[in-house]
């Protein structure tokens, strides 16, 4: 059974950092491209980063650019978002999904679309 298992969500200041981890299991991810999206109440599930699956390339949002990190590690098939600078706005549950498909590209991993599994999910929340 594939799952991807988010982790590290939680209450935080404004300002405040989080990492959230991904443990992917069912299936080896090393070749998949890996992203994170978030969808705040009331609001559209969105593109926050993607990572390709060597690691090599990496793509962001404008709104997390500089604040947020994401990284992968193949040998424990996980990935990591590093949050920093948290903002209120940033309250949303986190998932994460991997692409197991062969596009690759900006346009591609910011379409939710093109990803065939997900997590389900993380809260997220940030205090002003």
């Known amino acids: 059974q594939v799952q991807l298992v988010e982790s590290g969500g939680g209450l935080v200041q404004a300002g405040g950092t989080l990492r959230l981890s991904c443990a992917a299991s069912?299936?080896?991810?090393?070749?998949?491209?890996m992203g994170w999206f978030r969808q705040a109440p009331g609001k559209e599930r969105e593109f926050v980063v993607a990572i390709s699956w060597s690691g090599g390339s990496t793509y962001y949002a404008d709104f997390v650019k500089g604040r947020f990190t994401i990284s992968r590690d193949n040998a424990k098939n996980t990935v990591y978002l590093q949050m920093n600078n948290l903002k209120p706005e940033d309250t949303a549950v986190y998932f994460c999904?991997?692409?197991?498909?062969?596009?690759?590209?900006?346009?591609?991993?910011?379409?939710?679309?093109?990803?065939?599994?997900w997590g389900q999910g993380t809260q997220v929340t940030v205090s002003s």
């Open positions: 999904a991997a692409a197991a498909g062969s596009g690759s590209g900006r346009y591609y991993y910011t379409r939710a679309r093109n990803f065939d599994y």
């Open positions: 069912g299936r080896t991810f090393s070749r998949d491209a």
